[in-house]
């Protein structure tokens, strides 16, 4: 490796957060291609919601931008980094959908934010000083401090959230990628896990998070991806988290209930109020604009 | 009062004795090391099917006079293409492509062995023999456990991460798939070493009993392995001791002490027990009323 190679390796660490994915197309070995010339591109400090179908590509395009499958025309870059050495680094982190996780397996809470650290650790992944505070200083941060020792089963669906989220944050991964992270969980709880993503994102984190939830999307995500097959839209979510766009996404699986306003009370508020829904969280519009619950954390 | 002790010191002056705890308790340990992560992943009868599809190679071996880790080798191989095959060509399910595929093997070892009394016996092969081991295959058997005992101990973390979040593992640079293709040999040769101690019938307690075990003793996978591997070479020790008095077969016996102990753990562990789970049960209830 050259000087200059070890020049530009510097100048890529200390350069910014970001996700670009260029004219991406995914072809399987069985010949499947499940993204074809999708483009876009975020930056730091973003919670970006990532909507489309099952089968639209969502978790391709995760697997694209992991490392896990090799793109089979344009390219993914994370932070200015080819995707193998951004892994390498430690930049991605990954935070998985609940039922993807064995909850009876013998690990406690801090172990598994310990795992955030192994990547780095030497080969025979002995934890030193450094590594413990960095998982202190995780399990603090998601307010989960007092529950280290409990078995990773024993935790409610929230603060199970919290763990691995304490894990992306041990593992110093400035890009951040969340699987359907509200499934299966309250509505409070998810109100407090939004309320730990605003803060990530004010730190700087990129949080790229895979949804069908869209009655929640508006309340903290600033940018959206939609997808089906292939970006529809991406950008700012009040530009692109439209009705148009997102039946445009779904095609027949939402469903719209429109009430006009004389429906809805006999006065003179002449506004519609739409109800998307895939059956998850519905999605509500008065008057074209989507609904937004405020954070607690949001000045009145 | 010293005269017992002089009897119960008695093993210990023989050779073969020794060899048999020794090589045991080593091949105990590396078994119970392998079975913390076997039954996590609900993989355990899978040191079953690899047990009983390794004995025609064993046979085999002993008929020419190769070594039997080199026999069993290529049976494994066997195996694992027999079951590739069929998966092809079939709509079969899983569970009954190895079910067809391990008896097969099994019943051509049993055939074999009844073919050439004299070169291979039966009872060695499904019971195992390690108090009448030789010293050749004393040896392939200590070499195959240590080197595998010695590999665990490098990789158990990598392996617990993978087993847990394999898309975590692959995040941070774990090369997951190699990390199984690992796994997986070393399973099979500890099986072949088990083979010679409790035999083919009986290798599967090896891998499973011990890490089920720990598993109701406690929520960290670190003490977890710990315990198993002392439950594995400790009752593996034990029981070619026991069976020098009582002059049953030795696998019968380690399996035997695994399973008390199991039993024992299953009623009166502190927080998974039986017992623990009735006190739990009781305190709710008290509460309530």
Not at chain 1, 218 to 229: E, G, K
Not at chain 2, 44 to 67: K, Q, R, T
Request: net charge negative; glycine share 8%.
């Amino acid at each position: 490796m050259s000087l200059l190679d070890l020049f530009a390796r510097d100048e890529a660490r200390v350069r910014k957060t970001s996700i670009a994915v260029r004219d991406l197309s995914v072809t399987y070995s069985n010949g499947f291609t499940a993204v074809r010339d999708a483009s876009f591109e975020l930056g730091a400090g973003t919670i970006c919601a990532l909507v489309g179908v099952n089968g639209s590509g969502k978790s391709t395009i995760f697997k694209a931008i992991m490392g896990f499958v090799k793109p089979s025309a344009g390219e993914v870059r994370l932070c200015g980094l080819p995707v193998d050495e951004a892994v390498a680094e430690g930049i991605v982190a990954y935070v998985p959908q609940s039922e993807d996780v064995d909850w009876n397996f013998p690990v406690l809470v801090e172990s598994v934010v310990m795992m955030g650290r192994y990547g780095h650790m030497n080969f025979l992944r002995v934890p030193s000083r450094t590594d413990r505070r960095k998982v202190d200083e995780a399990l603090e941060r998601v307010g989960m401090t007092e529950y280290r020792n409990r078995q990773i089963g024993e935790l409610s669906g929230g603060q199970k959230k919290r763990v691995f989220l304490a894990r992306a944050l041990a593992q110093e991964g400035r890009i951040i990628l969340l699987d359907e992270p509200f499934t299966g969980i309250d509505v409070t709880t998810e109100a407090a896990i939004i309320d730990l993503l605003r803060e990530l994102r004010a730190d700087g984190h990129l949080m790229l998070v895979s949804t069908h939830n869209l009655g929640t999307v508006p309340d903290y995500c600033d940018q959206v991806v939609l997808i089906d097959r292939t970006v529809l839209a991406a950008g700012p979510t009040e530009e692109v988290f439209t009705q148009e766009n997102l039946e445009r996404t779904f095609g027949g699986v939402l469903r719209n209930f429109e009430l006009g306003g004389q429906a809805l009370h006999e006065d003179d508020d002449a506004r519609t109020l739409n109800v998307l829904t895939d059956d998850e969280r519905p999605l509500v519009f008065y008057d074209g604009k989507p609904r937004q619950r405020k954070g607690t954390d949001d000045k009145e | 009062m010293s005269a017992l002790l002089t009897e119960l010191m008695v093993p210990f002056g023989y050779d073969y004795m020794l060899k048999a705890m020794w090589v045991s308790a080593l091949v105990g340990a590396v078994c119970a090391f392998l079975s913390a992560y076997l039954m996590l992943k609900g993989w355990s009868l899978m040191g079953d099917a690899l047990g009983h599809s390794i004995v025609p190679g064993v046979a085999a071996a002993y008929i020419i006079g190769a070594p039997f880790a080199v026999g069993a080798f290529f049976a494994g191989i066997l195996a694992s293409l027999g079951m590739t095959f069929v998966k092809q060509h079939s709509r079969l399910r899983e569970d009954a492509i190895i079910g067809l595929v391990f008896t097969t093997l099994f019943a051509l070892g049993l055939l074999m062995a009844s073919l050439w009394p004299s070169s291979v016996s039966i009872q060695t092969i499904v019971l195992g023999n390690i108090l009448a081991i030789s010293d050749g295959d004393a040896t392939q058997v200590a070499i195959i456990a240590a080197v595998s005992f010695a590999i665990m101990v490098f990789i158990w973390k990598d392996l617990m991460v993978t087993f847990f979040d394999e898309t975590h593992a692959k995040s941070i640079g774990v090369n997951a798939g190699l990390l199984k293709i690992v796994f997986f040999t070393l399973l099979s040769a500890c099986t072949v070493a088990a083979l010679q101690t409790v035999g083919a019938c009986l290798v599967i307690a090896m891998v499973v009993t011990p890490g089920a075990t720990a598993y109701l003793l406690t929520d960290r996978f670190g003490r977890l392995v710990v315990i198993a591997i002392a439950l594995g070479a400790g009752t593996s020790f034990v029981g070619a001791y026991i069976s020098f008095f009582v002059d049953g077969a030795t696998g019968g016996v380690i399996v035997t002490l695994q399973t008390v102990l199991f039993l024992l753990a299953f009623y009166f562990a502190p927080k998974h027990g039986v017992l623990a789970a009735r006190r739990k049960r009781l305190a709710v209830t008290e509460a309530a009323a």
